[in-house]
């Protein structure tokens, strides 16, 4: 099996070599292949992927690499975790929306747009010559964010492609700990989209134990996601972090004008990991990237290529057409749900009717998703305002002022928007 790691200089990597070295999944790898634009970054990421695989004894190959067509010849899973333009742009993403009265947040809202526009045609580009070069049948599994737009338009393009966030994961982990018994003992009712989603049911051992756990704490569930005690008991559920910049967009808008951003600190984290990964003696993942966030990434990405692989029948929760699985949403709209892996692919399982408000909110940024996916391909200006107008986070009268000044923070890296000659 050969698998690359597009964006292979992530300070992520290691927590996926982790995954790789434990080989307790079933399966191994034979190529693994590192490819990122960032040769330094690359080098000092790699030389620590070296060391971890040798202190566990891989018997495989690993290389790392710029050479983009390369890496692809003969790959059997391609992972998407790349950042177009780096921390830099997040931290625009992040601080230049508060300007406008907006939410400044690098996957949802103004900054998720603009960041949209940054990667969607490079992943495209990515896919098209993963389709020409790669072996046949090869998966893209892709982590990139945002990950609902991304995943909608490598479908929609026709690639064989299916979405990966650690939320879920996350959630499950939480909430069996919490309960206190083994995490595959739990499993979640998580609907809805990408960084827009709610957990309905939590199933120990089949039996929902929502309910009680909503009735005996609904106040310690809320805190964890930054919710309140009212919008869990009203919706029986227990809605993801990032809907509180819509449950609280005013309480939220306010935290982050008078705080830090988290590009600055990710910035700051990223550069003591980097200091850490050039230890000749470092030869295991380090602490500190706990800190980073996506826990549990590794195992949810090695998980779901060894289901892909042996086609094992579990579930996971991914980034899927809806196919009939959510009610009133069409079936051609990736949402994020769980669904039982086939080595054919995921196959989404039915989820019962979605809470009014629920499905309200999931239908407009559905709206935006698409008109957004449109506009990265094309470079329309048009359709990227009529996006970026139709995003529930962007406040009325301000779409226009704020569409030129993302374009114009982000023009180095819009070559659609701004063609050359």
């Known amino acids: 099996m050969k698998v690359v790691v ?64 390369g890496a692809l010849e003969g790959a059997d899973f391609v ?12 931290l625009v993403d992040e601080t230049l929306p508060l300007r406008f009265g907006a939410i400044g947040q690098e996957t949802t809202g103004p900054g998720g747009f603009a960041k949209a526009l940054r990667t969607v045609p490079v992943v495209l580009e990515i896919a098209e010559a993963a389709d020409r070069l790669a072996a046949p049948g090869a998966w893209i599994v892709d982590f990139t964010n945002p990950v609902g ?36 003992r739990v499993a979640l009712e998580h609907s809805g989209l990408n960084h827009l989603s709610w957990e309905r049911a939590v199933r120990v051992d089949g ?15 809320a805190a964890q996601v930054d919710s309140t005690e009212e919008r869990v008991r009203t919706l029986s559920a227990i809605p993801s972090y990032y809907l509180h910049y819509y449950d609280a967009t005013a309480e939220a808008l306010t935290a982050q004008r008078t705080g830090t951003s988290r590009a600055e600190d990710v910035m ?92 309200e909110l999931i239908r407009r940024v559905k709206i935006y998703e698409r008109l957004t996916i449109r506009a990265a391909v094309s470079g329309d200006r048009g359709l990227a305002l009529e996006a970026l107008a139709a995003n529930p986070l962007v406040p009325a009268g301000v779409a226009e002022a704020l569409l030129d000044a993302l374009l114009e923070a982000n023009r180095s890296l819009l070559p659609r928007f701004f063609p050359q000659g």
């Open 79 to 90: 992972l998407l975790q790349i950042r177009v333009g780096g921390q830099a742009t997040r």
């Open 268 to 359: 700051a984290i990223e550069h003591d990991l980097l200091e850490r990964y050039r230890d000749p003696n470092l030869a295991e993942k380090p602490k500190q990237l706990e800190e980073r966030g996506g826990a549990f990434y590794s195992e949810a990405a090695v998980q779901l290529i060894a289901s892909l692989h042996a086609g094992t029948g579990d579930v996971q929760v991914v980034d899927v057409r809806n196919a009939g699985a959510l009610p009133g949403i069409a079936d051609d709209e990736v949402v994020e749900v769980p669904a039982r892996i086939s080595a054919d692919g995921p196959v989404p399982l039915p989820q019962g009717p979605l809470h009014p408000e629920m499905a």
């Open 207 to 221: 039996r929902d134990v929502l309910p009680e756990l909503i009735a005996a704490d609904a106040a310690g569930l």
């Open 6 to 69: 597009v964006g292979g200089g992530s300070t992520y990597t290691p927590e996926l070599i982790e995954g790789f070295a434990r080989r307790s999944y079933g399966f191994s790898v034979d190529d693994l292949v590192l490819l990122d634009v960032d040769a330094e970054r690359l080098g000092i990421v790699g030389g620590l992927a070296r060391r971890m695989l040798d202190r566990a004894g891989w018997g495989g190959r690993l290389v790392t690499t710029v050479a983009r067509d």
């Open 149 to 184: 737009i991304v995943s909608q338009a490598l479908l929609d393009g026709g690639h064989r492609a299916i979405g990966l966030c650690n939320v879920a994961i996350g959630l499950q982990r939480w909430l069996a700990a919490r309960i206190g018994v083994p995490a595959d």
